[in-house]
């Protein structure tokens, strides 16, 4: 059915009206008590064999809902109610923007892939933070994903992400320090070395401040050399991060100016994700991004190492009820292969 309506219906309509209604929706959704309940009962995972643990934190599912759909923390009861296992809010900025001009969002349909230049638009930390104090009618794991202000200049990137850190490190799960994104000009140059060690340095003490210590991830790009890769890895090693999360979208495209998503990606992600693990083990946790359309995809990506797993452009293209489906396909194939947890399979062809 949902195929029909994206076909007839849905991929006939700006992209990015669809996604402000969907997220209306859904943060109406999470205002409704009863019913936002009900839908957790019936989709969300519950059985323990899905359950994982990543930094201190409880996951009732390794699939999440990637940064970059609920970019204001507007909706995250909701997602989690059609049955992710976690949802990464933002990227969020220090200070409120308007993004990049539109349009911004573009489909892919063949492809199974979107290009996004959106640019960080969001209302900024203190707006998201007056959301995330709010009382969650159902349990949800939020992270917190953070970026730069366009107008700040490079030099001054490190105080920018701090800011953002006070204000929203103390409410979240998590915390994503996002360098990765495409379509801010001059981020990608904060993957440097010697650039993101004083950046990440600054943001740590941030999250450890915390009353509970928030866990600290950093988010890289697919386009890395596999040089820089390493270095990453080292460096969050070193500075005693709690992950890594890879990957973001590409700018290795033909179509529109801005970052890919979607199946392209799904190889180099992969790719990415292998290679990690190969560099740090199990010393940190691995999530993996970028090309997940199902299970196939989730249960690849475990087995490569990654402890958790996120989607969004998969979500598009595979409807509402694609992370609960998913979930129970993914338990079915944990017990087919006579496992206790789905624990028990992170990293076993790595």
């Not at 930390?125 to 009618?137: D, F, I, K, P």
């Amino acid at each position: 059915m949902y195929r029909l309506v994206f076909s007839q219906v849905l991929q006939r309509l700006d992209a990015e009206a669809v996604h402000h209604s969907t997220v209306s929706a859904l943060a109406l959704l999470a205002r409704l008590p009863l019913l936002k309940r009900l839908l957790h009962r019936l989709l969300a995972p519950h059985d323990p064999a899905l359950r994982v643990t990543a930094f201190g934190v409880h996951f009732p599912g390794p699939l999440g809902l990637a940064a970059g759909f609920d970019k204001d923390a507007a909706c995250a009861e909701a997602v989690a109610a059609l049955g992710f296992g976690h949802v990464e809010v933002g990227t969020i900025t220090a200070h409120g923007q308007p993004g990049n001009p539109r349009p911004r969002l573009f489909r892919l349909v063949r492809q199974h892939a979107v290009i996004n230049r959106m640019g960080f638009n969001n209302a900024g930390a203190a707006a998201a933070a007056r959301r995330l104090r709010r009382t969650r009618g159902v349990p949800v794991v939020i992270g917190v994903n953070i970026g730069k202000t366009k107008v700040v200049p490079e030099s001054e990137a490190t105080a920018d992400y701090v800011a953002g850190a006070k204000v929203l490190a103390p409410l979240a799960d998590y915390l994503v320090v996002n360098v990765s994104s495409p379509n801010t000009p001059g981020l990608r140059n904060l993957q440097a070395v010697s650039l993101l060690r004083p950046l990440l340095t600054a943001v740590k003490q941030v999250a450890d401040a915390t009353p509970r210590r928030t866990p600290l991830l950093v988010k890289i790009a697919p386009d890395l050399a596999d040089e820089d890769v390493d270095a990453v890895a080292e460096l969050a090693l070193e500075l005693g991060l709690d992950g890594i999360i890879a990957t973001n979208t590409t700018i290795r495209h033909d179509g529109e100016t801005g970052g890919l998503s979607g199946r392209p990606l799904k190889a180099r992600s992969l790719e990415v994700l292998r290679r990690l693990r190969a560099k740090v083990g199990d010393r940190l946790t691995l999530v993996s991004a970028g090309g997940v359309e199902d299970v196939d995809d989730v249960w690849e990506r475990i087995l490569a190492g990654a402890t958790l797993v996120q989607g969004y452009t998969g979500w598009i293209y595979g409807g509402p009820l694609w992370a609960a489906r998913i979930h129970r396909q993914l338990l079915r194939r944990v017990r087919r292969h006579g496992l206790k947890s789905v624990t028990e399979a992170i990293g076993r062809t790595a």
